[in-house]
């Protein structure tokens, strides 16, 4: 790791002296030779996220970091899914292994365990859902990639605490296409491993004078990279806008349908030995391409009470079938720069899917904890273990694990709007004013645990244990109880208003300021729970202690208030190079969750229990651009107080704790072009952050966050007459971490490797081939988070990335 740090870090400071002494020399130098088109966007780029004025700002003028990446950028990348585009963003790290939805995704120096709280995600500046992260619900997985994406946005931090959402992390805006006098017609078909088989379509243009539209979408089906003997992802989305020009604006309405199963991946057995800084392959079983599911895992049973039996199809996974409606609207009125942005959600986001308990062990080892709990006076061995399907006597020696089946059902839906208007009161001075509202629901009905007992290899095979007392251990591979299995209706809505101001001090300075108050609102009504034997028979101990819901509901509700600030500069060294600072305080609202798990109202209302999380955060940047380099450099201090965690263990307990955080470090975005053609790319970033205020963890890293992550991405375009190919390839650098707050479970630093081509055939045909993780490199996300504690030496159970995966997709305009 020293030496990959070393490399990194001198690299920012070498380009940092070099950038900033150049600046001024450059000064309004026209445009060296050789510059193409793509440069001269990047230069050009306007963005919309986080600016006052909804038309936007130039990139490079903007007073705060933000990442973008255009369509193409995003092909290159080879994102598996919409959290892992969040790998092109310094200070972000995404754990997108479970597949296409359900990542956990870290935001420097947030405090944060799993799924994303610090992350929102937006559609054409509205967020798809307003909230977040809910239990079993993060934002990416409510949102598909495809090729209606013009490009997407990555805010951090800045004025993000005002606009919107008021997200203090990173907001991840994607931007449709929208139709324009050229029109754009396309048919790509992709394949690749996994029996991949994805076809995508999209047709955009003018409608009639002033109206223009659009239309498209995908549909694919895929055993993925961990091949679960069904289809990991088996679905489609249609997308469509259409757009009217306005005299000094325009109006665009949208709609986009998703409906798709997408199998969701947790951990699976390795060998973990010195502490957990070497982790090694399970005999018997590929860490990146195997999974426990199986054909005969796939459809399951849940014991629910006395007479209830639910179906469940783990091909379901972590799917989706929603819609949302969007209109947003921007006009000049009177000398007024108005913009209205409203949208509207609803859909199932369900959880069907495995999540791995205890490390695994062998079936002798598990026959004899079985007769030490339920037959005492036996021999350890007293019993038999044989398999479900086909039946015959496992071998004594046969590793085994326990995983459960879970079921989450969640109808999420949603409305939100938000109204600015702008003016320049006088020269160089705008004001901005507006308001943000958002009314939101949620009806959830869980069944956790259920947890069965297979063999620990790929495609795993169901096991029964029964003791010569009479004692059924494990029935259909059934080992243990639903042992959570709330229902609960939430709802809730905020109110937001909000005024920044912009002086343009002169032609160089410019300053800024904002200042935000809002109230949420939030009520529910969860279910009591009462435990009890389904089927009255002591002797079948899997399902002696069944939570079930009772028909008794408590009523909870909730009122909080916060305020937000941030105020910044930008100093212009030359038209296409800038310094800024920016500052902001933030806050992050509590979630349903938190209401559930406080239990009761006095619980709910103890402000030490269960706080309203604040953020402050300070920042510090150059920004330059020309043909041959450019650089976004930003260092930044985040100091975070009052969030809330919860844990929830392999046997339904959950653990609760409040912390805040410190961390500080710098996030780089570089790009050389020495000679036509070539471009050369490093991005990412160092920080160091720890916990603060809870005395059992202060000082130790904050989890699940390398110190040093980076990707050099080197590409070169070879004209052939009126062809072009493009080569382009990406090495990626993830430092340790920590899996847990108590800093006892490491997970170690890994590197990838990924390559592509793409082969441009005149104006109508494009071939891309693209490879990621070309040397199958092990490298874990997540280590099991079901338990406490150090990462044990031997057999445990954790989630690597996915082994290598190479793609082809032929592209037609027509």
């Keep these: 790791m020293k030496q990959s740090k070393q490399f990194a870090l001198s690299t920012v400071a070498l380009a940092v002296l070099t950038l900033v002494g150049q600046a001024q020399a450059a000064g309004q130098a026209a445009p060296q030779e050789g510059t193409n088109a793509t440069v001269t966007q990047e230069i050009q780029q306007v963005v919309v996220t986080g ?111 005002i606009y919107s959402v008021g997200q203090p992390g990173a907001t991840m805006n994607f931007i449709l296409k929208k139709g324009d006098d050229v029109p754009e017609r396309t048919i790509r078909l992709t394949t690749g491993t996994g029996n991949l088989r994805r076809g995508d379509v999209f047709l955009g243009g003018k409608l009639a004078e002033g109206w223009y539209g659009t239309i498209g979408g995908f549909y694919r089906k895929t055993d993925g990279v961990r091949d679960a003997q069904f289809p990991a992802d088996d679905g489609g989305q ?110 199932d986001l369900n959880t069907i899917a495995m999540f791995t308990g205890n490390n695994p062990l062998t079936a002798a080892a598990y026959l004899a904890a079985a007769n030490a709990s339920y037959n005492p006076t036996a021999a350890a061995t007293s019993g038999s273990i044989t398999y479900v399907n086909g039946g015959g006597a496992v071998d004594p020696n046969q590793q085994v694990v326990q995983a459960g089946l879970w079921s989450v059902e969640k109808k999420l839906t949603s409305f939100t709007d938000e109204l600015r208007v702008s003016r320049e009161v006088f020269p160089g001075h705008t004001l901005t004013a507006g308001g943000y509202y958002a009314n939101y629901k949620s009806d959830d009905e869980w069944y956790l645990g259920n947890s069965h007992l297979m063999t620990a290899t790929p495609n795993a095979r169901l096991i029964d244990v029964g003791l010569t007392n009479g004692t059924v251990v494990s029935r259909n591979g059934v080992d243990g109880p639903v042992n959570y299995a709330p229902q609960a209706r939430y709802k809730g809505h905020n109110l937001a208003l909000f005024i920044a101001d912009e002086w343009k001090i002169s032609d160089a300075l410019r300053v800024d300021a904002g200042f935000r108050r809002e ?82 109202q006095a619980v709910l209302n103890d402000r030490n229990r269960i706080p ?48 805040g955080s410190r961390g500080h470090g710098v996030e780089f975005e570089l790009a050389l072009r020495p000679i036509k053609n070539l471009q050369l790319s490093l991005s990412g970033d160092y920080q160091k952050s720890e916990y603060k205020d809870n005395p059992t963890i202060a000082g130790n890293e904050v989890q699940r966050q390398p110190n040093l992550q980076f990707r050099f991405s080197p590409s070169y375009r070879i004209p052939l007459g009126d062809n072009n190919l493009k080569l382009y390839g990406t090495y990626t650098y993830i430092g340790d971490r920590w899996a847990d707050q108590e800093n006892r479970s490491y997970l170690p630093s890994y590197k990838t490797l990924d390559l592509g081509a793409l082969f441009s055939i005149g104006d109508k045909w494009e071939v891309r081939v693209s490879a990621t993780n070309l040397t199958d490199e092990l490298g874990l996300t997540e280590g099991n988070s079901r338990l406490t504690g150090a990462q044990a030496s031997g057999p445990i159970n954790a989630r690597p990335i996915f082994g290598r995966a190479v793609e082809a997709s032929l592209l037609y305009r027509f």
């Design 51 to 161: 600016t006052a004025s909804a038309s936007g700002t130039r990139k490079i003028d903007t007073a705060f970091s933000i990442t973008t990446a255009t369509e193409e950028q995003l092909k290159s990348a080879s994102p598996s899914s919409t959290a892992d585009v969040l790998k092109l963003v310094p200070g972000v790290y995404a754990e997108a292994t479970g597949g296409q939805s359900g990542a956990n995704v870290e935001v420097r120096g947030f405090p944060s365990g799993s799924d994303s709280p610090f992350v929102s995600v937006q559609l054409n500046g509205n967020p798809v859902y307003p909230v977040p992260v809910l239990s079993f619900f993060e934002g990416t997985s409510a949102f598909r990639l495809d090729d209606t994406i013009e490009r997407v946005e990555v805010l951090r931090g800045g004025p993000s605490t």
């Design 612 to 659: 309203t999380p604040k953020v402050t955060q300070y920042e510090a940047g150059f920004k330059t651009a020309n043909s041959l380099y450019s650089a976004y450099i930003n260092a930044f201090f985040t100091d975070f107080s009052g969030i809330s965690f919860q844990q929830l263990l392999a046997n339904g307990n959950v653990l609760y704790s409040v912390s």
């Design 238 to 347: 249609l997308t469509a806008t259409i757009t009217r020009k306005l005299d000094g604006g325009e109006i665009t309405a949208y709609v986009r349908a998703t409906d798709e199963k997408n199998a969701f991946y947790t951990g699976v057995p390795l060998i973990s030995s010195n502490e957990g800084r070497t982790i090694t392959e399970f005999p018997g079983f590929d860490p990146l391409t195997g999974t426990l599911m199986s054909n005969e895992l796939r459809h399951f049973t849940l014991d629910a009470a006395p007479g209830k039996t639910l179906e469940r199809d783990l091909a379901d996974g972590r799917g989706m079938k929603a819609a949302v409606w969007g209109v947003n609207y921007e006009q000049k009125v009177a000398g007024w720069d108005v913009s209205n942005k409203a949208n509207y959600f609803d859909g």
């Design 519 to 600: 109230k949420q609102s939030l009520k529910a009504s969860i279910s009591g729970l009462a435990t009890g034997d389904t089927d009255n028979n002591p002797l079948t101990v899997y399902n002696n202690s069944t939570s079930m819901a009772t028909s008794s509901f408590s009523p909870l509700e909730r009122d909080d208030s916060a305020s937000s600030f941030t105020a910044g500069g930008i100093y212009k060294l030359t038209r296409d190079s800038s310094v800024f600072v920016r500052a902001n305080t933030g806050h992050t609202f509590i979630y349903f969750d938190d209401m559930r798990n406080a239990g009761s």
